[in-house]
Each structure stands twice: as structure tokens, then as C-alpha cells.
């Protein structure tokens, strides 16, 4: 029996391995099913070719049977995915899979088809019946091209990984999948693609049945896109080593490791997802060489940055996204994740002289379905200057308006490739936060830099790397990060570069916590937030800016802007209740301290601002529990054990952890002996420290009105002239 399709041999083409048939029928039995459903879902007859050859074996043994090459010419093709199946020396593999593959991409149709109602889905549907080594994965990721989206007969318990039978209990299975309806859902997309191709334009299908896990495996037919055809001394890197060591070890142990890597834990809280919102996943790298990462790296980041510029678009930080390299949860789960209604999707093949390109946007509510698509080949040289086409394709499919000055930036900024490499190498090694990796990006930049030194974007990323150990940085790093935000504002006058709105936050954060110089931090703080809305570090920040005036109220709204961006960052929550426990709003601060430790359930800051509301409120065995949790005496967070002894009339223990503290010599621990002192009411210590920490530029110096800890000290003189060579701005009386 011919297929319904015109020049195809058969309908489906059903590929397996013997092995997987032999202990009980399992393939046997659901060709069978298979064919009962499809009988229930088609009016017309719809031919199957299964081979039930009991023989199996190794490539090397077996002549192909010419007739297979006939057999192969099937309109839908259903390789049974198993523990086994994915040997590139097996009959099944080489023969069957990797010859549809190839054949099906050059016949009159191609491998993947763009139905009436506009989406596009693959004739390959995989069928897997075991939960995959990550090496065989990647075998066929790598051969697919993209990643392996299967519909599951998988029976899956401790200890147990089989495939699902008719039989089967879904209340016993983790996966929670009934038989029938895994069946139901092969056919339905059998009948999405036969009927999208289907002669008779009547019967061509309009509504989908697959979801985007089932749909699409690889490359549309090409669309075209269009090709846009002496250093400083103050500049030298000759403290690069001892300022990148102290860099790092700051980094690892206060702030930059939580700030990384979000989502530790659970999902966000609420689930819910925004409209006109948007992540980029990290790019698949099916090049074969990990030498490549940087590239996909690179195509992930330079995506990010566009859209981050678009008002109307809440886009998802690339770290946050990070989480998800290499997952094998669904498109609408790891949206529902992030809080977003679209996802893109990249990977690459190839080499650096000739990459391919393929890009989707996928819509993941109501249903899954794709929005855009695009496969490309390209140079690497070729490939930077691309960017702004797609941005402005993806935007256009998600019915997003730029600004007429957002579209401006977007189609002006011409990219030199060769600096473009050094960037994105240099970016790449920085991020894997090891003493040996910051060097080799400096070096990096630096190259980049001698490429051309007007470029701001080396400028931009020297400026992020020296600045990103955030609190608790050391002030020769500072002073780099911000010698090199500056220079990067200096060299892009028309502000085209996508990222200089992290140049702005650097000096932002440079002025406010270590110049203190609160008006040159609020412009910058306004500029980051109007060349990017969507930077989360900006709206927290100029929060703790509003801070400085008693606004608690406009300071909330911008901190809760960042958590809107970013929600899988347990620090947006963390910093809103760190501010409101100091303005004394404890139900709230506990609320988004609990909030933090949902993303992150080992998050410090978070167990620091709960500890602290409890000794607040009296509730001293719960401060004190709470705030061992996460004690040590290097610790950022070190000094909330003592305040909770000093207030829970525990003297020698606060005294304890003050000298534990001062024994260290550690230069961020001057704001929280100060804050132990005072709690204990030794006002000329806590003036002491307070003192010590103004002479070492402490970031929190500029909220020392601020903090309830220092009411005791409101009316020493010492105290106030602190105050007064601040030049604070105005406060708001609350």
C-alpha cells in the first residue's frame, strides 16, 4: 500500500533495534497500538513499514538491502530511542536513522516542513522508551542538530528506568504518563505532518496537535539575511595579578557566587509568566569541538544585549539562563521557570570559517509553538554584523515596537569582527571565575584593545571584570573598572554599544559606594536604566540610592523591578529585604527573605536579614539559630551572630565574635564590628569602627543614617560630622 502522499513509499517508517524487541514484544506491541489509533484518527488507510528481521548486528557485518533505500523513502519517520539504539555501529543507526536523516533533508520537501498554520515540525518524530546516558544525548543531538525532543514511553521509579506498557499504573510512575495517551499523541503527530502535505488543500490541517517538544528538529530552508558589509598608560596591566587574586577571593566568598548562579533551589514562587518577555538559552555547541564554546557564548550574549535595550521587553539576564544549558525539561517548563512567554533557541555546526547557524523563538503559551525560524551558513566575520536582522525579525514575530531611537541604535552600530573575537574570548575565560581564567581574559581584551583602540566594547568588559567582585572589592580593582567605564563612555559618544549601560552601572556602583559621589551616581544610575531597561543590577542599585533619602517606598518599586527581570536571582529579593529590615518593615522583609530562599534554600543574605528581624523582634533562640547557619568568621554575614548575642543580653558572646572578627583584619568587617558595638552600646567602639570603615571607603558607609544600630549615636558629635562630610542627600522624614 502506497502512501497518502504522492512519491513516498510509505506513510511511517517505524526504525528500532532488535535487542529492544526480544524480552517481551515492546516494539511489536506498539506498532500495533499504533496502528489501532491511527486507524481511529484517519479516515484513509495509512501504510507502516515495520521490519520484524530478528537479526541485529554491527555495521561491519551486513550488507544494506538496496531495497531499504526504497523503504526509507517514507513521508514520517519514528526511530525508537532506547539505551540501545544509539550506537553509531549499529544497522538501525547508520542505515535507517542517519540515512533518513540525509535523504529526508534533500527530497522535495525536506526534513522539516512548514505547515498552513505557520509552524514548522520535523518528519522525525522520536519515540524514547529509556531515560538516555548524557552521551548518547549528544549522539543525537549532534546528529539532529538541535535538541532531542521525543514523545516518552518511559516507566520510571527508583531504581527503575523501562519502557511503559499498556499496563501500567501512571500513579506509580514518576512521569506520571498514561500509554494511551503517549499513542494518542504519536498519531496526532503523524497526522500534523501527512495532513500538512496532504493533496487535497482541504484536508491540509489548521489546528497543531504537537506540542513543540514533539515538533521540529532542525534546519528550515535558508532564509536569506542580510550582510552588513596606542593604549594609555593609565591602562597597563602591571597589577593584574595581586588585584585579580584579591578580586576573586572577594568574589567567591561574599557575593559573586550567589549572584551567578540563581536558581539554586526552587522555582520561583508564583509560576506565573509576562507577557512581551523573553530568554535566550545557552546556544548548543554541535560543532564537535568544546574549543568553539566561545562562539556559542558569544551568539548568546550579543542576542541578550540587543533585546536588553528594548523598553517594551522584559528580557531574562543571561547567568539566569545558564541553569538550563543542557536540560531536558520542556520548553513551557523552563519558561514557567523563568517567567517568560518565549524562548530562543540557538545552535551551532560547523567550523569558524563556515558556521550553521539555526534559530528559533518559540512561544511556550498557551501552546508550544514557534514564532520564527531561520537556518543560516556564515563566517564567523560574517556572523557579527548579523545581529540587528534578527533582533528586529524576532521582535517583529513577538508584535514588539521599538522606539524609533532603539531601532536607530540597533541598525547603526557596525562591529569589527576581529575585536569582536577578542571580546568574546575574553568574556568567555573571565566567566570561568578562576585566577587563571581572569588572566587569559584580560589578555584577551587587552588584544582586542591593540585591534582597535577606539572600540569601547574591550573597554566595557575590562571595566565588568575588575568591577565584578561588587562589595567587598578591592579598591586598586575599583579604580581599574572604573578608569575603564569611563574610557568605553569616552570612545561611544552616540551610545550605540548594546552593552554600555553596564559601563554606566560600574561607575554608578564605583561612585556611590566608594566616591560617594551621589549625584555623578544617580546620573549614571538613570542613564544605565534608560540604555537598558532591563538590567537588574541598575534598578537594585538606584534603590539603595532612593534608600539614602528615607524613599522606601520608591526604593522598593526599583528593587522589585529587578526581580521582575530577574527572578531566579535570589539577591533581588535579598537586597529588598535587607533595606526594609533597616527601615524597620519586618513582615515584609521576612517575606522576601523567605522569597530569596525559594530560589536559593542555602542563599546567606537571606538567613542574615531573617536572623536579624528575629533579634529585632524579640524572638532571640530563633535569631540565634538561624544566624549560625551561615557563621564563619571570614564571612560577609559574620557580624549578625554578634548583633543578636549583643541584643539578646548575651555580652560574652557578641564579644566573642567580635574579636573572632577583628582577628581577621578584613576590611569589610569594619562596618559590622561597628554595628556589634552599638548593639552592645559601647558607643566609642562603634565610632571606632565606624571611623576605620569611612577611611577604607566601606560600601554601606553612605547609609550610616541609615542603620537602626546607630540611633545610639545619633547625638555624638564624632557621629554627626561623619554624617556631615558625607554631603548625604536630603532625607525624607518617614
Known sequence: MASLIEGYEYDIFISYRQKDNKYDGWVTEFVKNLQRELDATFKEDISIYFDENPYDGLLEIHNVDKSLESKLKSVVFIPVISQTYCDPKSFAWQNEFVAFNKTAGEDQYGRDIKLPNGNVCSRIVPVKIHDLDPTDTELVEKELGCRLRSIDFIFSSAGVNRPLTPYDNPDKNLNRTYYRDQINKVANAVKEIIYGLHPNEKKRITKSYQTRAQAGFGDETTRPVKINSERSKWLSGRIIAPVAIGLLAILAIVFIIPKLLPGAGKNIPSGETINKSIAVMPVSNFTGDPGMGWIADMIQSDLTGQLQGISNLIVRPKQTTLQFRNSEETVQEIARKLSVNSLVETSIKGTEDELQVEIMVLEAFPEEKYLYRSSFTRSFTELANIYSELVNRILKEMDVKPTDEEEETL????????????????????????????????KYYEEAIAIDPADPEPYIGLALGYGSAGHGAGLASLEMAKAYALKAIELDPEELHPNLADAHVVLAETYLY?????????????????????????????????????????????????????????????????????????????????????????????????????????????????????????????????????????????????????????RWHTWGLADIYAALGDKDKAIYWLEEAYKLRHDFIPWVRNNPYYNILADDSRFRNLVDSLNLPEITEL
Not at 534554600?601 to 551561615?630: F, Q, S
Not at 559574620?638 to 543580653?649: D, I, N, R
Open 514 to 666: 566608594h566616591d560617594y559621589d551621589f549625584l555623578k551616581a544617580e546620573h549614571h544610575l538613570k542613564r544605565a536604566i534608560d540604555l537598558n531597561p532591563n538590567s537588574a543590577p541598575a534598578h537594585y542599585t538606584y534603590g539603595w540610592y532612593l534608600a539614602l533619602s528615607n524613599l522606601v517606598d520608591e526604593a522598593a518599586d526599583e528593587m522589585k523591578k529587578a526581580m521582575q527581570i530577574d527572578p531566579l536571582a535570589p539577591i533581588c529579593p535579598g537586597y529588598l529585604a535587607w533595606m526594609l529590615q533597616w527601615f524597620g518593615r519586618y513582615e515584609e522583609a521576612i517575606g522576601y527573605a523567605e522569597e530569596a530562599l525559594e530560589v536559593n534554600p542555602n542563599y546567606p543574605m537571606a538567613y542574615y536579614v531573617l536572623g536579624m528581624v528575629y533579634a529585632e523582634l524579640g524572638r532571640y533562640e530563633e535569631a540565634i539559630d538561624t544566624l549560625k547557619k551561615i557563621y564563619s568568621p571570614t564571612s560577609g554575614f559574620a557580624s549578625g551572630l554578634g548583633v543578636a548575642y549583643a541584643l539578646s543580653g548575651q555580652t560574652d558572646g557578641a564579644l566573642e565574635i567580635a574579636a573572632e572578627m577583628e582577628a581577621q583584619n578584613m
Open 411 to 442: 541598525a547603526a552600530r557596525i562591529v569589527n569582527p576581529q575585536v569582536r573575537k577578542a571580546c568574546a574570548r575574553g568574556a568567555y575565560y573571565m566567566n570561568q571565575l578562576t585566577l587563571e581564567g581572569f588572566d587569559k581574559g584580560v
